[in-house]
């Protein structure tokens, strides 16, 4: 009864407005008045022992490093070896937004980022050329779904913290269905403008392909010196993205020579800001996460789930059914915060690799980035090019049917994760 | 120079704002760099600080309160619109009004059970630093004395808003 009370609030505050980390908040401590049996000092304590774990620290870096990324140009440079090889296909500039966002991912962490980066440049261009906004913006919303997926990842490094597994085993893990995804986008991509006769780029001379190619070669060293460092055994996940942060400057203060100290200060600023917002809600999630524990929430779940079925397949469906409800109405923190070490425990005993589970639940949460009432990435390119929400989502239909094959695909064929992880981290 | 009350309180406010940002974001730079010097350490010279990770934390947690009071002061917390949007505005601004003023006493609860904590702490000394413990208990006590001043002007920022008619249906200004 507290439980469902606890959910309802949680649910409830959240839809009607409240801030969303203190709608967690504000269930948390319904939870603690109405139980009479958790004092108020747990919760006190758990606002600052929620964000008291050094992996979380590499959450702003990514991000400052993605910021930096922006103001030093390396997104325009991405954008240009992307329309040096997909331009002229069918598509045009579509493509350029699938492809492009699938190389930002390997700089960035963070899909919200990749989104307003590559829609900023990509959606007023689009636009010109001819592409409906609502079109246009419901690409980039959909392209930008690989951006945690692909490392590095701050969703990756949020669940590292949360259950037991390697940062560096979910980073590799996720390149290949990271590839898938960006594939299948770009395959729906070419089909509808093919069909709907979207315009398409002059193809690139060899001399193009190679000036883009040479103007963004160092951006494009960025995800191999970033990951290379932390699968390399060199820095943890946390000191990668510290490793990225400088790499990034160097390029921007050495190589492009556009960052000065008035940009550096101006991007670690709106970074710690959009960090805080973020270990806000990872604060009071932790101390829902807590109380879901007292309130035996796990074991409810999974006996519920284990009432329908006891076959692993089946579970499985019932698992990606229940992440891709939630991801539709909640912001994606709490939910792994408060799920994924209730399902990890549940689905590890059925002997799936927490990678994989790992991968299928980010893949879940991402797909509800891009449908409605809570899809970030589409309120961002709301944000961008002034289309309705539900407009961008229709445009949006094929790109979330696709991306939900590749999350069946993903789910029942773990090869897809783990052959990479297992060649090159081998599990312990 | 204005030296109305009004005038002052309005450029201490702003004071108080730029410097919680600037030292968020010089927290944030100070982390990166302390990071990258224990990476440096470690590889080329086989040593690592002590304090390697225990000071980046301890600075991650300042900068993460200094920066939601500035978020909460600025409206930059993650929240959901649509429904709000939708209403009429008399009923929005109520609840507008009623859940910032839920967020208040829920603040104010916490901070005030937070300060046996930080006292508990106050004694105990960390390993690597010989710093207090409750330097990382600090910060959040600090900053729930600022979100609820910051909320307390959202909630006069959002009256003001009502009156100047900015609460139609289908509007986003207000509130936050």
Redesign the interface.
């Known amino acids: 009864m507290l439980l469902t009370i606890m959910m309802a609030v949680l649910i409830i ?10 709608a967690i ?2 269930a948390s ?1 319904a939870y603690i008045l109405l139980s009479g049996n958790v ?3 747990q ?3 758990g ?2 022992e929620g ?4 992996i ?2 590499g959450i ?2 990514f991000i ?1 490093a993605g910021e930096l990324m922006n103001m030093a140009g390396v997104t325009q440079r991405l954008i240009a070896v992307a329309s040096a090889f997909v331009g002229h296909l069918h598509g045009g500039l579509a493509n350029v937004g699938v492809w492009a966002n699938f190389i930002m991912s390997g700089i960035s962490g963070s899909s919200l980022a990749d989104a307003a980066a590559t829609g900023t440049v990509l959606v007023p261009e689009m636009t010109r050329r001819g592409f409906p906004p609502a079109f246009s913006s419901a690409v980039i919303a959909s392209a930008a779904t690989v951006g945690p997926i692909i490392p590095p990842s701050i969703i990756f490094v949020l669940l590292g913290a949360i259950v037991d597994v390697s940062i560096g085993r979910l980073f590799i893990g996720g390149l290949l269905p990271g590839f898938i995804m960006s594939v299948s986008m770009f395959a729906v991509t070419w089909y509808i403008c093919r069909k709907r006769n979207y315009p398409r780029e002059p193809k690139a001379t060899f001399t193009q392909v190679r000036v883009a190619l040479w103007d963004g070669a160092a951006a494009l060293l960025a995800p191999i010196i970033i990951v290379g ?1 932390i699968v390399g055994g ?2 943890t996940p ?2 990668g ?3 990225a ?2 790499y990034v400057l160097f390029l921007g203060v050495v190589v492009y020579r556009n960052i000065g100290w008035k940009q ?2 101006e991007a ?2 709106t ?3 959009a ?3 973020i ?3 990872v604060a009071t999630s932790w101390i829902f996460a807590q109380l879901a524990v007292l309130a035996q929430l796990g074991v409810i779940l999974t006996d519920a789930m284990k009432s329908i079925s006891e076959e692993p397949w089946a579970l499985l469906l019932l698992f990606n059914i229940l992440m891709l409800i939630l991801g539709m109405i909640m ?1 994606i923190v709490p939910i792994l915060l408060i799920l994924a070490p209730i399902f990890f425990k549940l689905f590890v005993g059925f002997g799936y690799d927490p990678v994989h589970l790992g991968m299928i639940m980010v893949l879940n949460l991402m797909i509800g980035m891009i449908t409605p ?2 899809g970030l990435n589409l309120f961002v390119l709301s944000a961008i090019s002034k289309v309705g ?1 539900i407009e961008m989502f229709k445009e949006a239909v094929p790109y979330f049917f696709i991306l939900v094959a590749v999350l069946g695909l993903i789910t029942y064929v773990p090869w897809i994760t783990l052959v990479l992880p297992d060649l090159v981290i081998p599990a312990r | 120079m204005d030296s109305t009350p009004r005038g002052f309180w309005a450029r201490l406010d702003r004071a108080v704002e730029l410097f919680l940002h600037y030292a968020s974001a010089a927290l944030l730079l100070t982390i990166a760099a302390l990071v990258l010097y224990v990476v440096l350490m470690r590889y080329f010279f086989a040593q690592s600080p002590i304090w390697g990770e225990d000071v980046p934390r301890i600075l991650f947690i300042w900068m993460t309160y200094l920066g939601i009071a500035v978020a909460t002061k600025r409206g930059q917390n993650l929240r959901v619109t649509f429904i709000l949007e939708k209403m009429p505005a008399r009923p929005r601004l109520v609840l507008e009004l009623a859940m910032h003023v839920i967020v208040v006493v829920m603040i104010a609860v916490i901070a005030w059970h937070s300060w046996p904590v930080i006292q508990l702490n106050m004694g105990m000394r960390q390993l690597s630093t010989g710093w207090s413990q409750a330097v990382s208990y600090i910060p959040f006590t600090l900053a729930a004395v600022l979100m609820i001043i910051y909320t307390l002007q959202l909630m006069l920022k959002a009256v003001r808003d009502y009156q100047a008619g900015l609460y139609a249906p289908g509007q986003t200004g207000g509130g936050h």
């Open positions: 505050f959240s839809l009607i407005g409240m801030e969303i980390a203190w908040g504000f401590m004092p108020l000092v919760m006190a304590q606002m600052t964000v008291d774990q050094f979380l620290v702003p870096l400052l460092s060199i820095a946390t000191e993205a510290a490793v942060v400088f550096i200060v670690a600023g970074t710690a800001i960090s805080s917002v270990m806000l809600t912001e009432p809570i929400v």
